[in-house]
């Protein structure tokens, strides 16, 4: 058994559902204990067991806290990010569609994808949904970096036979089977799972759609991965291809929805459509930096959790431009605030970890920090930078000293990542 004595600060609960306080555990000084790839102690370091083989002393100036999740994001969209201009549809084919047509060169999609897990690990995120191209070569080679790196992923092939390039487009037959190829390869590997990736209603014919449904037929437990409700002139354009329904029930009619169907966006569903989410089971990835990035508006989480429908934060590589959770958290709060909400520091932090997890129906098994889950947590170091030791010193409270990470933090906060008990990444 390892034992870490640092602070320790973890989720436990919905704050939007549950009274803050009891949301969350902190301990001023703490430990985390952990036995082969599992959680086996939290608490005051008072109460710490003495069986322990190793003892890490990391002190006050560290806070061992749960891994970020991320729910939606494009892994070959990486080197694009900051691309200027445009809203979605235009952005889209000026820039995403030819970075996306380089990925049939293994090459160039190998050294992405290294780059890609690097930056995601540097930014403490243990955990994400990722979107692939429809290149079924890239889309294995992102799944065998993932492995080789420990990471938890969920990764699927981009399906799409529609309006945008020739050289991007495939036929509905080549999608499943190939889809379903990487599927029986990857799926519950180790720490792997898989997505069917229509990649969204404009881009898919209903023969497409049909696919995607029959592989989620005959595979009920992947993921279904897939945007929807970014932009309202994307809304009219679904309307204008499917005229005989909204948006969600375009997905809905191919069997898409349910409980591991995870949405991009949403930021403009109906009610009805609300209703229809809450009915399935299916979930929202709300992406604030690229909404705003893009212009596509304002999201309402209020409203959305409401209605029933779990929600987690998603970076949106590359139309969001930072694959950092403390961006995402602080642009998530600055969309609610704007619409007269404040979310408190509990709310973010949890929407980045343990919601996240749920959301990803992996709540069970990572998001926080708590006996018999996986032992995947970051440590995060208070002195990284004098701007963070200044705002830290000066923290009231910890809920104080969440907003101080979430509005003054970056990649250089994260120290190390463990993931099942392994290092998998460490800034020293």
């Known amino acids: 058994m390892r034992v870490f004595r640092a602070r320790v600060f973890t989720p436990i609960a919905d704050p939007f559902t549950t009274d803050s306080a009891k949301s969350y555990t902190y301990y001023d000084d ?12 939290i608490g005051d370091w008072r109460e710490v067991p003495r069986q322990s083989s190793s003892l890490t002393q990391l002190g006050r100036d560290i806070v061992i806290a749960p891994g970020f999740v991320d729910t939606h994001l ?18 889209l084919n000026r820039y995403t569609f030819p970075t996306e047509a380089k990925f049939r060169d293994p090459a160039h999609a190998a050294m992405v994808a290294r780059v890609f897990f690097d930056e995601l690990l540097r930014n403490g995120t243990l955990c994400a949904l ?34 945008a390039p020739d050289s991007l487009l495939e036929s509905p037959r080549d999608s499943y089977e190939q889809s379903r190829a990487l599927l029986q390869k990857w799926h519950k590997r180790g720490l792997l799972r898989y997505a069917i990736t229509p990649r969204f209603a404009p881009t898919s014919t209903p023969e497409l759609l049909e696919a995607a449904g029959q592989l989620k037929r005959e595979f009920p437990d992947a993921y279904v991965h897939t945007h929807i409700s970014e932009n309202r002139n994307e809304v009219q354009w679904v309307h ?40 399935r089971g299916s979930r929202i990835a709300h992406c604030p930096n690229s909404n705003l990035f893009l212009g596509s508006g304002l999201f309402r989480l209020h409203h959305t959790l409401e209605a029933g429908v779990a929600v987690g934060l998603g970076t949106d590589i590359g139309a969001g431009t930072t694959p950092s959770m403390f961006t995402t958290m602080a642009d998530a709060y600055k ?3 704007v619409q007269g909400i404040s979310l408190s520091p509990f709310q973010l932090w949890y929407l980045a970890t343990l919601g996240g997890a749920r959301a990803l129906s992996l709540g069970d098994e990572c998001g926080s920090l708590e006996p018999e889950k996986s032992a995947d947590f970051v440590m995060l170091d208070l002195k990284s930078t004098p701007l ?40 020293s």
């Open 74 to 91: 494009h892994a070959p969209q990486l080197e694009m990010i900051g691309s200027y201009g445009g809203d979605l549809l235009e952005w």
């Open 130 to 163: 990722i979107f692939s191209t429809i290149h079924e070569e890239a889309t294995d080679i992102f799944f065998a970096e993932a492995e080789r790196r420990g990471f938890r992923a969920i990764i699927g092939k981009t399906m799409m036979d529609r309006n």
């Open 335 to 337: 969309v609610q605030q």
């Open 30 to 41: 703490g430990f985390l204990a952990i036995d082969g790839d599992r959680i086996v102690g």
């Open 240 to 279: 204008d291809l499917f005229p005989e329904a909204e948006y969600a029930d375009v997905y809905d009619r191919y069997g898409l929805l349910g409980e591991r169907t995870v949405l991009a966006h949403g930021v403009y569903l109906s009610e009805e459509e609300l209703e229809l989410l809450a009915r």
């Open 388 to 427: 963070v030791a200044l705002r830290s010193e000066r923290a009231s409270s910890v809920e104080d000293l969440l907003a101080g990470l979430i509005f003054t933090g970056d990649d250089r906060v994260v120290r190390e990542c463990w993931i099942g008990g392994q290092m998998v990444a460490s800034r």
